[in-house]
């Protein structure tokens, strides 16, 4: 019996140094991976894995609401549609009546052994509409929060339906499991909390831009980033793209649209503002906004520099090769230039991402009064972009365009010029 009590506590202790190993291992992913929707999954999938959690999410707060960005199962669905497309983007209020919105308000974690037979004294209950969505049935439940070092919510980690080491369902999360899944939340607490740093960041770089170029920046650039939003859904919905790995691409390009004439900060007032058309030397001047932009994300560290930096590059390319800057590496090239570039890269060459903003750009652009010229009706503008079909721009790009002008134009009519 001695014997026994010994190898069992010996497995114990083995067991929690694996399950501590892992929580290391994610601790040093967080420093490597740059990717934020990356390093959450990973942490998705040690936290199930830990505590043996069929399934799981990480919701994001989102103003009054928390989101469901990331969420795995390894439930199988009868419908064969998977939980990432059925309960990605799912919503849930932050308030006191539901589990994870009494999670994120109070910074305390809530451990049930049934969401359907919580007390109605308890002050919270399940949302039942995520199983009936997902046609999936939670039981056991374990939400964490997360938080900023400050305490202000970021989130909250939630975990369902834990079993035994042979398999076998378990009534409810046990205290181990609670501590476990404490030192994984921090984790992705910090993650968390330096994408809202690195955001904050963002918003500081364009309302610099704005300063400098009060009339043509702000509205804009929120105009320009909500036509790619639109247009990037209309792409991905073509391909079949998930929809959880949808909203995430869009969010991050939305972003980058946001700052893809951040470059510009760098151009002399007398070319910006000019009322009239730039002669070559000043025109090659202007190109070099696009070197500045990508030059600006060269050395930061967040998950969608890659992208910023590949749209502020290339958003002034052409479906033709007629665009700029090309190949040129912003990193080599000398920002004053004695000539424009002449051969920019082409087609499918040319980053999708990229090309979504180049369009929404040029038709905020003709849509908007500018130092060097008047706004051009809707009729006009409708006509030159389909007139640069095939040259400018990509063809599918604009059949989505036109598909999706009800909701442009919402864009445009949400973002109203000021001047």
Same mark, same amino acid.
């Given at each position: ?46 936290? &199930? ?14 103003? =009054? ?17 998977? *939980? ?29 052994? =049934? ?10 209950? *399940? ?7 997902? +046609? ?5 439940? %374990? ?11 970021? +989130? ?20 181990? =499991? ?26 500081? @770089? ?19 980033? +909500? ?30 649209? @946001? ?17 009239? &058309?730039?002669?070559?030397?000043? *025109? ?50 000398? %920002? ?18 990229? &090309? ?64």
């Amino acid at each position: 019996m001695f014997r026994q009590s010994i190898d069992a506590l010996r497995d114990k202790v083995d067991t929690q140094g694996v399950r501590l190993q892992s929580i290391g291992n994610v601790g040093i992913e967080l420093n490597e991976i740059r990717d934020l929707d990356i390093l959450m999954q990973h942490v998705l999938t040690e936290a &199930r894995h830990l505590v043996r959690a069929e399934a799981g999410a990480i919701l994001t707060r989102d103003e =009054d609401d928390l989101v469901v960005r990331f969420v795995q199962n390894d439930a199988h669905l009868q419908s064969g549609r998977s *939980f990432v497309d059925l309960a990605g983007g799912f919503r849930v209020p932050i308030s006191h009546g539901s589990i994870s919105g009494r999670v994120s308000i109070t910074g305390e974690h809530v451990n049930v052994e =049934d969401v359907y037979k919580i007390p109605a004294d308890a002050g919270y209950h *399940f949302l039942s509409s995520y199983d009936e969505r997902t +046609g999936y049935r939670t039981k056991a439940m %374990l939400a964490y929060p997360l938080k900023s070092p400050n305490g202000d919510p970021l +989130g909250v980690l939630q975990l369902a339906n834990p079993s035994t080491p042979d398999g076998q369902p378990k009534a409810r999360f046990d205290t181990e =499991d609670v501590g476990l899944i404490r030192n994984l939340a921090s984790i992705a607490s910090v993650a968390l909390e330096r994408a809202r740093i690195t955001r904050s960041l963002i918003e500081r @770089m364009i309302a610099m831009a704005e300063i400098h170029d009060p009339k043509e920046t702000g509205a804009h650039v929120k105009r320009v980033a +909500g036509y790619s939003r639109v247009l990037f859904e209309g792409w991905a919905k073509r391909r079949g793209m998930p929809q959880i790995e949808m909203e995430r691409q869009r969010d991050r390009l939305s972003i980058a649209a @946001m700052l893809h004439d951040v470059g510009k900060i760098g151009i002399p007032d007398a070319i910006l503002k000019k009322p009239g &058309r730039l002669d070559p030397d000043e *025109f090659a001047r202007m190109q070099m906004h696009t070197l500045i932009g990508a030059r600006l994300f060269e050395h930061t560290h967040a998950d969608f520099d890659e992208l910023a930096r590949t749209v502020a590059l290339h958003h002034h390319e052409r479906w033709d090769g007629g665009g700029y800057p090309g190949a040129l590496d912003p990193d080599e090239v000398d %920002l004053a230039p004695t000539e424009p570039i002449r051969q920019g890269l082409a087609g499918e060459d040319i980053p999708i991402e990229a &090309r979504i903003v180049g369009l929404a750009d040029v038709y905020d652009a003709l849509c908007s009064v500018r130092s060097y010229k008047e706004a051009w009706p809707e009729e006009r503008v409708l006509a030159e972009i389909q007139e640069l079909s095939g040259t400018h721009f990509d063809p599918e790009l604009v059949e989505i365009f036109l598909e999706e002008l009800d909701r442009i134009r919402a864009v445009r009519d949400t973002h109203p010029r000021k001047f």
